[in-house]
């Protein structure tokens, strides 16, 4: 079959998002029923947008847009090149150009693909020396790509977006996983419903043999190594710093084991994540399991705490939260028989979520050694 080079708005429709209010931090813009989609999270969803941190209100609404289920997202802003597609009706703002595809002849599956393997390498050619980069509407138009029929457009993207809904299965069950874990630690340590807890003596509002600890007695925090992206060698170990993913990647790991991290500056601060691999912590805090085997519990306890954290943030223009913060973390902390009992429960949890992630791994290695031999040809459909 033979590929014509078009241009995006000759696929479907093409216009930026709209956020025309100033200042764009106002309050009453935000908070109420209405999906508010922003850069970042289409940087981290998969083949399809389903997940959203910010909303808008009825205001924040009449001075943006609601674009459809089914729209491709494109950001050219912050993260530029990076592309999903709405899970559910949503507004963004205009550091996103929404493609709604014409039906008779683009699939936005397609589309995706063909901008994940092709746009990232074409949007350098405009920003090369460029003092900032950007890609705007007009550079973005003035592209063309090879395309095929909306026949074959469908057959690649059904072979591509197999391994897609393969990923987002496992993330799926990764996300019920933790949550059981999460929900046994507040059964446990929360709400007090822990094995014997009926014949349990309650001294001074806690079970007797229980204390409230601060993290710097029970644990072993350490501060990461920054590290620049120019400094990294190409290689698979995530480096994790301010960001909520990995900021880059290097070919060497600064941990062992399990790792919990906690963000150190810039807008997420705070933030508790948890690895089940060697990093690279960078501008972040860690707890490694080499060095607390009791990591499932102090991460549960993080994770239940993570609000409190989030407001230990520090300094006005840049915050931070730093080990002398998280040190200061008061824990309730059950006895060594309950916590061992606790760490037997809950392992096994957290050994699946690791098979999980390998397996997402495995499947999104595959796909993207398989997407480019697709789009160029090499491999027929």
Same mark, same amino acid.
């Given at each position: ?72 997202? *494109? =950001?050219?802003?912050?993260? &530029? !090149? $990076? ?5 559910? @009706? ?59 029929? *909306? =026949?074959?457009?469908?057959? &690649? !993207? $059904? ?5 897609? @809904? ?67 060698? $190409? ?147």
């Amino acid at each position: 079959m033979s590929w014509k080079l078009k241009s995006l708005d000759e696929l479907g429709f093409v216009s930026r998002g709209r956020s025309r209010h100033r200042p764009r931090d106002a309050a009453h813009l935000y908070g109420g029923p209405h999906p508010f989609v922003q850069t970042g999270d289409v940087k981290h969803a998969g083949l399809y947008l389903t997940n959203y941190t910010q909303t808008y209100s009825e205001d924040g609404l009449v001075q943006s847009r609601m674009w459809p289920a089914g729209t491709l997202c *494109i =950001t050219i802003a912050a993260n &530029i !090149a $990076d592309t999903a597609i709405l899970g559910f @009706d949503a507004c963004f703002p205009d550091s996103v150009i929404g493609f709604i595809p014409d039906k008779q002849k683009a699939d936005a599956r397609f589309i995706k693909y063909l901008f994940d393997t092709l746009l990232q390498r074409k949007y350098k050619q405009f920003t090369q020396g460029a003092a900032q980069d950007n890609l705007s509407q007009a550079k973005l138009l003035s592209l063309r790509f090879p395309i095929p029929g *909306i =026949t074959e457009q469908k057959l &690649i !993207a $059904d072979k591509i977006s197999a391994y897609d @809904d393969l990923i987002e299965n496992n993330r799926r069950r990764i996300q019920l996983l933790e949550q059981a874990a999460r929900l046994l630690y507040k059964e446990w340590f929360v709400h007090l419903r822990f094995p014997g807890h009926e014949h349990s003596k309650i001294v001074d509002g806690v079970p007797e043999g229980w204390e409230q600890r601060n993290l710097q007695e029970i644990a072993t925090i350490q501060k990461g190594k920054n590290i620049t992206k120019d400094m990294t060698e $190409d290689g698979v170990v995530p480096v994790v710093a301010g960001g909520l993913k990995p900021a880059y990647y290097h070919n060497v790991a600064n941990t062992t084991g399990s790792v919990i991290t906690v963000s150190a500056s810039g807008a997420n601060a705070g933030h508790v994540a948890l690895y089940h691999q060697d990093i690279w912590a960078s501008d972040c805090s860690y707890l490694s399991s080499s060095d607390n085997p009791e990591i499932w519990f102090f991460y549960l306890a993080m994770v239940y705490r993570q609000p409190e954290i989030t407001r230990m943030q520090q300094g006005a223009a840049q915050p931070h939260v730093y080990p002398k913060h998280l040190m200061r973390l008061s824990i309730l902390y059950p006895p060594q028989i309950l916590r061992n009992l606790f760490h037997g429960t809950v392992e096994p949890i957290f050994l699946q979520i690791a098979n999980h992630e390998k397996q997402i791994d495995n499947l999104a290695k595959a796909r993207d050694l398989l997407l480019p031999k697709l789009m160029n040809g090499e491999v027929e459909v």
